[in-house]
Structure formats: C-alpha cells, structure tokens
C-alpha cells in the first residue's frame, strides 16, 4: 500500500503498558471497571459509608417511627454484630474458594483464554462484594458502639445488618446456581461466541466509514518508522484519534500489524508518511492511543474470539480429554460467526478524513485467514474422528450458499485442503 523508502528514519515508541486505544477517559474507566476486586471494593466502600451514617440517625429519633426494628440492648446488638462478623468473613472465604475452583476447572478442561470471561462475571463479583460489604458494615457500626457509651441502642443500624445477612444468603443461592450453569460447556462456549457477534456488531460501524475500493495512497515523502519500546499483544486501536493525530500534520500513519500481533521490543510498529522526522514527537502520539498489552483480549480483536473456541476443540480432541461432540459444538458456534463475516466484504483498511484523504492505514485479518484459524487446526486434530470432518464439510458447504463471491475462492479452497486430508488419511 505503501513505497518502501530505504532509509526511514527510526522512532522509538512510547511505553504501551495497558493504554485502550479510545481515549484517556475511556481507557481509565476500562482499567478502573474490568478488574475483578473493582466491583467488591465498591460494596465495601458503600459499606463503611453506611456504617457512620446509619448509627446517627438512630439518634435523630428516625428508629421510633419505624416498627420491627432491632428490640434489643447495647450488649446484644454487639453480640449480633461479632456473629455477623464472624459469619461473613466465613462464607466470603468459601465464596472465593469456589471461585478459584471454577476457574481451575475452566483452565484445565476447557482454556485459560476463557478465564476472562469468568473474571469479569458480575454475579459472582457482586455476590463476594455483598458479602464483604455486610462483613465491613457490621466492623464499622461495632466500633460506633465501642464508642458510643451510654448512647441509645442503634437499633435501625442493626436492623440493617439483618437485613445486609438475608441479602447475602439470597445472592449466595443465586451464585450457586449461577457457578453450577456457567461451568457447562454449552454455557461457556455460548457466551464465549456471544462476546464475538458482540464485537463483530460494534466494528460494524467503523468498517461503513472504510472506502468501497481501493484509495489513493499517494508516496509523501519521509518516512518514520516507529518502534515498540517494550513487548507486547497489540490489543486496540483509538482510530479516531490516530486519524486525527494525522490529518492535524497532514501525514499518513500506517500500522504494519494486525490487532492481535505480538510486538517484540525495538522491532517496527507503525510508519508515518509524510512530514518532517523532528516536527512532531510521534513516540508520545502514537503511545496515547495504541494498547499493547501483556494478554490478548476482545477489545477489538475479532480473531482472538475464534482462537479461544478453537483451543477448546483442540483440548476436547486431545487423547486425554477425547471428547468430539464438545468439538463439534465449538464447529458450529464457529459456522454461526463465520456466516456472519462471509456475508460481508473485507474491508479496505484505510481510515479517511472529511476530505476524502488517507490518513490511516490499519492492518485488517481477512476473512480467508479467519476460515484458515477457524479450520484448520480442528481438521488436523479431529482427522480421526467421524464427527469432525462430516461437520466441518458441512459448514464449508453451508457458507458457500450465502457467502459474497469474493469469498467464495477461499471456502472451495478449504473444502479441497479437507478433501485432500480425509483421503490421506
């Protein structure tokens, strides 16, 4: 797309850390929400908030208003609140133990690309930030009532942590149940394609705004390439905002990888055509909204959903695991997104501003390298076995019907490579 130049002039790029490619408001809110602790945290937060808020209102007169509350005295609102205490913390315990029991299963079964799915579960964050929540409530009204002295008893305080106990049992049931569901591999492989047509819908919306044909790719004349200071999976991409960076010094930012790509350090990572080397610090630019990252995720990478199905084939084929059916079951969570992308043209790559000029030049995986991910490994490991390579002719039959023509060469291609294999093997 692009005239090599031979002597480009080498930019050092910025530190890549976890940086989201959509902004810096954008990126904090990612890195503040997707943790696993963010979510228990808040609860205990909410918690110790409410343990020195509610105690003062039982001083208010707010308590004789209300009827069923706590009838007892200092001494025995201290003893419901250490037991609380002492439950809770309990129960958090085992909680979390079986949440590292299911992530072990998950792991060795099924992929560790599928941890991430589980680790950013919500019921079961929200079930450990109940339980911690009502255990730091019933801590912090404890030490309201170790100084409270000869104060009147709190009782809407304790009341409330009552009623936090009958919450918590409610959210320890549905998280049993809930964990029960999430480790079947029809639930997994079902939420794990679900997150790619998600992706798959929301990238929508960028490929309309990516030229029918061909554009002018004009040679600028100098040539920066930028190197990757540290390693790292190219994760996300803030496109916008790379466009913009470029239109502002009427230059051409061309990335020379795929999403998904692992970057080595002090090895190439974009080109920037046009300009002059020592007018802007493309280092810092170009660092602001490009993510490298230590794990792939499904930010933006449509290929790492089809990777993480594949690799639970690739397990369930495996001599100690054998189980084709799971296989087969990943096949076709495989033909639904495939149908999916087949139905649509590979984009060209190239990001236009409102003049109608390139100003970014990204690297898309095409459809027949996402058919050669989806394929190829499964028809290797599953040769043996009679389900496999029924389905997977299946499929291939099934998306030539509905598939645009431009596709059609790389799908009769694949049916002669399985051809081929069946009759050697």
Do not use: C
């Amino acid at each position: 797309m692009s005239t090599p130049q031979p002597q480009p002039s080498p930019v050092p790029a910025a530190p890549s850390g976890r940086q989201a490619g959509r902004g810096w408001f954008a990126r904090l809110a990612s890195r503040l929400v997707r943790p696993f602790w963010v979510v228990p945290a808040l609860w205990s937060l909410g918690a110790i908030a409410l343990g020195l808020v509610v105690p003062r209102l039982d001083s208010t007169g707010l308590s004789d208003l209300l009827p069923f509350l706590f009838p007892g005295d200092v001494e025995g609102a201290r003893s419901v609140l250490s037991s609380i205490a002492g439950a809770m913390i309990s129960v958090t315990g085992l909680v979390f133990s079986n949440t590292m029991v299911v992530l072990q299963l998950a792991s060795s079964q099924f992929s560790p690309r599928v941890l991430q799915t589980f680790l950013q579960d919500r019921v079961t964050q929200h079930t450990l930030g109940v339980f911690t929540a009502t255990f730091v409530y019933a801590l912090t009204v404890l030490r309201s009532l170790a100084d409270a002295g000869d104060s009147p008893v709190p009782q809407l305080a304790v009341t409330l942590a009552f009623a936090l106990v009958v919450a918590a049992v409610a959210m320890f049931l549905m998280f049993i149940n809930h964990i029960t569901a999430s480790v079947g591999i029809s639930n997994i492989l079902h939420r794990s394609a679900a997150e790619t047509r998600g992706l798959l819908e929301r990238g929508r919306g960028a490929r309309t705004r990516m030229p029918d044909g061909p554009p002018d790719l004009p040679y600028l004349g100098h040539q920066q390439v930028v190197l990757a200071r540290s390693s790292g999976y190219l994760d996300a991409v803030d496109v916008d905002q790379v466009a913009a960076a470029a239109q502002r010094h009427d230059v051409r930012v061309e990335l020379l990888h795929p999403l998904g790509t692992f970057l080595v350090e002090s090895r190439p990572l974009a080109m920037v055509h046009g300009g002059r080397g020592t007018d802007v610090d493309w280092t810092r630019v170009l660092g602001r909204h490009l993510d490298l990252a230590r794990e792939r995720s499904l930010q933006q990478d449509i290929s790492f959903g089809l990777r993480r199905l594949v690799d639970i084939a690739e397990r369930a084929l495996s001599p100690g695991i054998n189980d084709p059916t799971t296989a087969v079951q990943v096949v076709d969570q495989l033909h639904d997104l495939l149908h999916r992308i087949a139905a649509e043209s590979d984009p060209y790559p190239v990001h236009l501003d409102g003049d109608g000029t390139a100003r970014l030049v990204t690297r898309e995986v095409t459809f027949a390298e996402l058919l050669d991910l989806a394929v190829d490994e499964i028809a290797h490991w599953g040769a043996d076995s009679l389900q496999i390579p029924r389905r997977l002719r299946a499929m291939l039959d099934d998306l030539l019907v509905d598939a645009r023509p431009e596709h059609r060469e790389a799908l009769q291609r694949k049916q002669s490579q399985l051809a081929a294999l069946d009759t050697a093997g």
